[in-house]
């Protein structure tokens, strides 16, 4: 760090804001407010500083002139409105700490969960899009968005959502809907200084169904009849190259809830009446007990030491990617999962992808074969930043665009989520 940075910071210090110094170099500041996030912007826009941001995740390697802004300290809850089912919160609120406080504040009232991602910020579990365990009746993640506070390279602060012309932060309208500007693009259009939460009634009743597809060529036409019905938080389909057993068969985990025992008993009562009718396709009856696990979670592995990627399509091409990726050779090599999870009534799916971390080479050959499959079937990168795919999309023009809107002097660079 020059003199000159370090005496500017020195002023810009001269509050409460809290820093120190990397290793590399650079610096990490830890914002308490909003108005400290514009602090810091204004002043990096000025001196032609490089700003990374982030919240609660480990700090990244931070080059000299380069700020971090750790938004972890930002940590507050700042609204519950029971009657409205929302919450606000800060970038630096977790997933468990927005569960134990709604527990105590409202327990009629829940959020999803992420499995395999209990450490992450909402924050960064919305605007990376995370998948979660109720997705087939709710949609992804960024769809539960009721509204966001962005702070831009230059330090404005705008609003998304209804509490851009009204008292409550209840809806993503009546505006245009503009928070896809701030999602997948690994913060470098903006800094999410508040955040609103669409929040979901308790279930009061549960339960999971596991059924194996004998014939891999009803995929299709199974996850149709599924999730049409409208009746399940979850459904996800998942298949394993190893042990040698579990690679001949294709898996199809239904995950219900409910409010009443009757309720239960009809959603279970439905589910029963389509399986039955496709006896000669399914059928639940002696599984591996590994597998029962699997059926009501989305965590690919029991550990978490593994890679995983993510691609989200169209159901129309879940089959033939679900059929490429289990008939490929380089991929047969690997110990893999194949996770396919419904999102938005089935419209779409979140492909997942997973192994465990095996040397260099192979995983990076697995990588490009899994992303060749998908992407040759219409298959989109799903929780990073759009990039020019295959088929010519100007993604990267499009980021070009937005870019110079939003953050014309190139403050912001991408982050860490």
């Known amino acids: 760090m020059d003199s000159k940075m370090q005496e500017t910071l020195s002023r810009l210090l001269e509050g409460n804001l809290q820093w120190e110094k990397s290793v590399e170099g650079g610096i990490v500041l830890y914002p308490s407010s909003t108005e400290e996030i514009q602090r810091v912007l204004r002043c990096a826009t000025k001196n032609q500083w490089k700003v990374i941001w982030s919240s609660g995740a480990n700090s990244p390697t931070v080059p000299p002139e380069v700020i971090y802004m750790d938004l972890g300290k930002m940590d507050h809850i700042l609204e519950l409105d029971a009657g409205a089912r929302y919450v606000v919160v800060e970038p630096g609120v977790t997933l468990p700490q927005l569960q134990s406080y709604l527990a105590t504040h409202s327990p009629e009232l829940g959020f999803v969960q992420i499995p395999g991602n209990d450490g992450a910020t909402a924050v960064v579990a919305a605007v990376t899009e995370m998948p979660h365990d109720r997705c087939t009746l709710y949609g ?3 769809e539960m968005m009721n509204g966001l506070e962005i702070v831009l390279g230059d330090g404005t602060v705008v609003c998304i959502g209804s509490r851009t012309i009204a008292e409550k932060w209840f809806n993503i309208g009546p505006l245009p809907d503009l928070k896809g500007l701030f999602v997948n693009w690994k913060g470098d259009l903006g800094v999410v200084s508040k955040l609103s939460l669409q929040l979901l009634p308790v279930a009061r009743q549960s339960a999971s169904f596991l059924f194996v597809l004998k014939d891999p060529q009803t995929l299709q036409e199974v996850l149709w009849e599924s999730s049409h019905l409208e009746l399940a938080d979850y459904i996800h389909v998942f298949t394993c190259a190893e042990p040698e057993f579990l690679r001949k068969s294709i898996y199809v985990g239904v995950r219900v809830a409910a409010a009443t025992e009757r309720e239960m008993r009809f959603k279970a009562q439905k589910f029963s009446t389509l399986f039955q009718r496709r006896r000669d396709v399914l059928f639940k ?3 591996p007990g590994q597998l029962e696990p699997r059926s009501k979670t989305m965590d690919l592995f029991p550990e978490e030491d593994y890679r995983e990627l993510r691609y989200i399509a169209p159901m129309s091409s879940i089959q033939k990617i679900v059929s490429e990726l289990r008939q490929s050779p380089e ?4 110990n893999v999962v194949i996770d396919c999870s419904l999102v938005d009534h089935g419209h ?3 492909v997942r992808v997973g ?7 192979l995983g990076e050959t697995a990588e490009r074969e899994i992303t060749r499959v998908c992407q040759s079937n219409q298959g989109i990168v799903w929780g990073k930043p759009l990039v020019m795919t295959e088929a010519g ?5 499009l980021s070009g665009i937005l870019k110079e809107a939003l953050d014309p002097q190139a403050v912001l660079l991408q982050s860490v989520f």
């Open 348 to 350: 779409k799916v979140i």
């Open 355 to 361: 192994w465990r971390k095996d040397p260099a080479a």
């Open 331 to 334: 991929i047969a090599k690997m």
């Open 140 to 142: 992804s993640l960024t």
């Open 393 to 397: 999309a100007p993604a990267n023009l």
């Open 285 to 287: 009856d002696r599984y």
